[in-house]
């Protein structure tokens, strides 16, 4: 399994209703701002979600991609891709799940 990137420094950027969502690292001062062309951002955007580990972590990445899908009509499987590259995410989901993931289970659908 790769590194990825912890929920303390991923910013997850979206827009609603759409297949438009990314997670890359917290912008920086300085930094170019990656997240501008969407509409709302979450994640290691708030300080409070930055202080979290563990469980907390998890459950809160796992609390924003259902939020994200059901509440905000984002598209299921671009969730997905993006999500996948927070540690906490592939830590919370089922083996199963990563190895279907990994095998890209959507294969059989875009036919």
């Given at each position: 399994?790769?590194?990825?990137i912890?929920?303390k420094?991923?910013?997850?950027a979206?827009?609603?209703?759409?297949k438009d969502?990314e997670v890359?690292h917290?912008?920086?001062?300085?930094?170019?701002?990656w997240?501008?062309p969407?509409?709302m951002?979450?994640g290691a955007a708030?300080s409070?979600?930055?202080?979290?580990k563990?469980?907390l972590?998890?459950?809160?990445?796992?609390?924003?991609?259902?939020?994200?899908?059901?509440?905000?009509?984002?598209?299921?499987?671009?969730?997905?891709?993006?999500?996948?590259?927070?540690?906490?995410?592939?830590?919370?989901i089922p083996?199963?799940m990563?190895y279907r993931?990994?095998t890209?289970i959507?294969?059989?659908?875009?036919?």
């Amino acid at each position: 399994m790769t590194k990825g990137i912890m929920l303390k420094d991923a910013l997850i950027a979206y827009n609603r209703h759409s297949k438009d969502v990314e997670v890359g690292h917290l912008i920086q001062s300085g930094q170019p701002d990656w997240a501008k062309p969407y509409q709302m951002t979450t994640g290691a955007a708030f300080s409070d979600v930055r202080r979290m580990k563990g469980l907390l972590a998890r459950h809160y990445v796992m609390s924003t991609f259902i939020s994200l899908v059901v509440r905000d009509g984002v598209d299921l499987k671009s969730a997905y891709e993006a999500f996948w590259q927070i540690k906490e995410f592939r830590e919370a989901i089922p083996e199963d799940m990563q190895y279907r993931m990994e095998t890209n289970i959507y294969a059989e659908t875009e036919k």
